[in-house]
T-cell receptor, first 113, second 114 residues
């Protein structure tokens, strides 16, 4: 069965710092990859996704992620975080185009002023 | 835009009682909905897939008699935790696909069983 690992459970950054959240998955076949964000008191929202093509994908709010197939990784990045980026971030994988997702445990990001 | 409404947001119940959680797709029809559960400090885990007009499909290890799923219409799926026990205390969340590439999530339900 596939699994998703997010290495950082809690991250605290100052505003304007750069962000990188790690995500690795274990699945040998074709996968679709996602990053979701949950702001305090709100629904899970899609940040960005990778299905195929350019392995560097850009999402909303200045986030991007790079799919590195050889490393089974899909790390999330943002060059300069803002206080409003405080949220929980989830990496997710679905094998071969389905809607069933396997999630990582999530990373709680706190951005301090 | 498309939204999935989930109620209640939180519920506290006594051990042995049943709890129903509703998920509605607003402004779109959802023939399929997914139900997830998240224990503290763990991943969201898929429990089951509800299908409008047919039986739900349960993931391995999920008791179908305990977690009753009903997808009675194209906009409503319900999850009933029957005879709840403290170990069922968890965060339950639903999601519904919209088109081929989007998935909308409910806001989740925090269940606490005393």
């Amino acid at each position: 069965a596939q699994s998703v690992s997010q290495h950082n459970h809690h991250v605290i950054l100052s505003e304007a710092a750069s962000l990188e959240l790690g995500c690795n998955y274990s699945y040998g076949g074709t996968v679709n990859l996602f990053w979701y964000v949950q702001y305090p008191g709100q629904h899970l929202q899609l940040l960005l996704k990778y299905f195929s093509g350019d392995p560097l994908v850009k999402g909303i709010k200045g986030f991007e992620a790079e799919f590195i197939k050889s490393k089974f990784s899909f790390n999330l990045r943002k060059p300069s975080v803002q206080w409003s980026d405080t949220a929980e971030y989830f990496c997710a994988v679905s094998p071969g185009g389905g809607n069933k997702l396997t999630f990582g445990t999530g990373t709680q990001l706190k951005v301090e002023l | 835009g498309a939204v999935v409404s989930q109620h209640p947001s939180w519920v506290i119940c006594k051990s042995g009682t049943s709890v129903k959680i509703e998920c509605r797709s607003l402004d779109f029809q959802a023939t399929t909905m997914f139900w997830y559960r998240q224990f503290p400090k763990q991943s969201l885990m898929l429990m089951a897939t509800s299908n409008e007009g047919s039986k739900a499909t349960y993931e391995q290890g999920v008791e179908k008699d305990k977690f009753l799923i009903n997808h009675a219409s194209l906009t409503l799926s319900t999850l009933t935790v029957t005879s709840a026990h403290p170990e069922d205390s968890s965060f339950y969340i639903c999601s519904a696909p919209y088109g081929n590439e989007k998935l909308f999530f409910g806001s989740g339900t925090q269940l606490s069983v005393l």
